[in-house]
């Protein structure tokens, strides 16, 4: 009988698939992963289901991992925490300040998974997970090895790393390593957080700030489904960005170290006058532009279609591509949107 994934999607898209396998060890995972890769049969690696966009029924096994467990050890200078891939993403931070482990705080409440983190390099507030990543470990099924990369390796980039692209339908992380420093340093660049004050903040102090912002901002997927913000933050040449300031006086953008300018796509968005456009049973957020919404009984391709309305829109104003952030499932696995 098909199994539906409504509860393992934060869309609440209604598709099905053939199977899901829960998983809670590293040894389980392998040999699940082993044993569908050996009967060639479709299979997807799901953590919180907080970045898919169900389009059809999924034609085969959804793998859950839930594996669990945290060690810490520590040098001089650092705590270096292992992992498992399991471990939902807040509780991981909540944890580390619990423990008195600082660095995490601006990355409170972003959804998902730990073992999910890498894939795409999670951030907010001016922090991303590369800055405090030593290692990653993988399962590549195609050779059947446990390998472990460092963050070079990884190839970590905006909302990118080698596991989109070199090891996609490859590898499946099984274990992440972070290093973070004991000498504590916040990091109070972005919005919300400008207002704090360098020398009297605490971590704790950041943490209940970030946590107190999104859940203002964006919806609870329990009563709204949406998958957080569904678009990267554009990046733009400084000639594009003072180009556009001489008729957008007030666009948002953020400097980067090469010279680019990161520009705020929701922002951008509300530019647009999207704020509330539906397309089917699928919105843009009234309050936060960034955020698609399913007002109940979306489907997937009304999410998509959606997301190519904004996307065409926002071309046509600004002359800026916006790209999505979750990926797009179809019958088989991924496609693009």
Known sequence: MPV?????????LTQCCDAIVEVDSKKQLISVVSKLVSESKPMLILGGGSNVVFTDDFNGTIIKVLTKGIKVVEDEFNFILSVQAGENWHDFVEYCLENGINGLENLALIPGTVGAAPIQNIGAYGVEIDNFCSQVEYYDYTTSQLITLDADQCQFGYRDSI????????AVITEVEFRLPKLWAPNLEYGPLKHLQDDSVSAQII??????VRQRKLPDPKVLGNVGSFFKNPIISAKQYLELLTEFSDLVGYAQTDGTIKIAAGWLIDEANLKGFTVGRAAVHTKQALVLVNLGGATGNDICQLAHAVMNKVYDKFNINLEPEPRIIGPEGEVDI
């Open 4 to 12: 539906s994934l409504a509860p393992h999607n934060t869309l609440a």
């Open 163 to 170: 596991f989109k692209h070199q090891l996609k339908d490859k």
């Open 207 to 212: 943490f209940e700030t970030v946590c107190d």
